[in-house]
């Protein structure tokens, strides 16, 4: 009795203007059986228009289980009870016009179309992990660029992809995407300068004299740095500055030849002052000179003809650097006072000048 009267409010729904001639009674099984071809088709129409393929419909009237993956939602669609009154018995309940996803959302008739369509027309599916996070995408789309393009992902001129985005899609793999960043590195580069010696005739030969002093070089470089998956992946040089140029040091070498000292005569004898100051007086110095004379080897040997210096090996009245130098005044270098004084003037003369100029220097920098 219950469904005697469902069936004839459904009828009622349906026919609520006066039915045509040669229409059904409304109420009866075959009013009931015609709306119901009526909403099939108009079914038929809608899917039809959304590019459900054929295939795809008759499986669904058929009552076949079907289930679908989309994004990373599993769709189940599963077949209704015939309704009274249906020839075959395979209409498809589906309930409000949504399809029951596994974990509780819903997705709509035209997303499974959709998908249907796309698998249908060739698709392909494949995964793409950017920066760790992982989304699958089905597409149509004839390169891996396209297929990220239409999937809203977009992909930065220095960001890593381990595939070729001009290349097809790789169907069923997996494509990582590393996002980059840049930023810009200073680096400070030091070339250290050189040393050019050059010679002058005006410097005692062997003395070495500083002209120009060397200066490092110092360069600062500007990169721009970019890092993907903290690793390096590009450097690029944007900018260089010279804060200060590379001078090399100048150092004036000395070639002047000393003057031989005649061979001391006979006559010198006697305590070594004494002998100093006649060769002084001999060479035109006066008093002032020996006075500088005096204070100089006093403070080198003491005026002792034997002064050996353990540090330096110096030698004698003069401190000869080697004592041997002396043999140039006379082979009894080692012991006579006279050619030792000879010797140590003549040194004086060459390279200072006067004895003055010499105990002047060893004031200053403590040795002549």
């Not at 992809?161 to 001009?166: Q, R």
């Not at 030091?190 to 410097?203: A, I, N, P």
């Amino acid at each position: 009795m219950a469904r005697h009267t469902a069936e004839r409010g459904t009828a009622a729904l349906l026919n609520e203007t006066t039915p045509a001639a040669g229409a059904p009674a409304p109420g009866t099984r075959r009013a009931l059986r015609l709306a119901e071809e009526q909403r099939a088709a108009a079914a038929e129409e809608q899917r039809g228009s959304i590019g459900l393929p054929g295939l795809a419909v008759k499986a669904m009237r058929g009552g076949v289980l079907g289930a679908v993956v989309l994004g990373t939602g599993a769709f189940a669609v599963t077949q209704g009870p015939a309704q009274a009154g249906t020839a075959d018995g395979t209409d498809l309940a589906v309930e409000a016009g949504t399809l029951a996803l596994r974990d509780g959302d819903t997705a709509s008739r035209s997303q499974l179309a959709g998908r249907l369509a796309l698998e249908a027309d060739g698709a392909s599916t494949f995964t793409v992990s950017v920066d760790g996070e992982a989304r699958k995408i089905t597409t149509t789309a004839a390169t891996l660029g396209e297929a990220l393009r239409e999937a809203g992902i977009v992909v930065g001129g220095d960001d890593v992809v381990t595939a070729s985005l001009g290349a097809a899609v790789p169907d069923g793999q997996t494509v990582e995407i590393l996002r980059a960043s840049a930023e810009h590195v200073t680096e400070e580069s030091v070339v250290k300068h050189g040393v050019v010696e050059k010679e002058d005739d005006s410097l005692p030969e062997g003395e070495r004299k500083v002209e120009t002093e060397g200066v490092d070089g110092v360069t600062t470089n500007t990169y721009r740095v970019v890092t993907a998956g903290d690793e390096e992946v590009s450097r690029e040089l944007v900018a260089t500055v010279v804060s200060s140029a590379k001078v090399d040091e100048v150092v004036l070498v000395g070639t002047k030849k000393a003057v031989e000292a005649p061979a001391p005569a006979a006559s010198y004898s006697g305590d070594p002052r004494a002998i100093g100051r006649q060769l002084a007086a001999a060479r035109g110095w006066g008093a002032d000179q020996f006075t500088c004379l005096d204070n100089l080897w006093t403070k080198e040997s003491n005026w002792s003809v034997t002064a050996d210096n353990p540090t330096s090996s110096a030698y004698g009245i003069p401190q000869a650097l080697p004592g041997s130098k002396m043999a140039s005044a006379g082979a009894d270098w080692a012991t006579n006072p006279a050619t030792q004084i000879t010797w140590g003037l003549g040194y004086i003369a060459g390279r200072y000048g006067t004895p003055c100029g010499a105990w002047s220097h060893s004031q200053s920098v403590g040795w002549y």
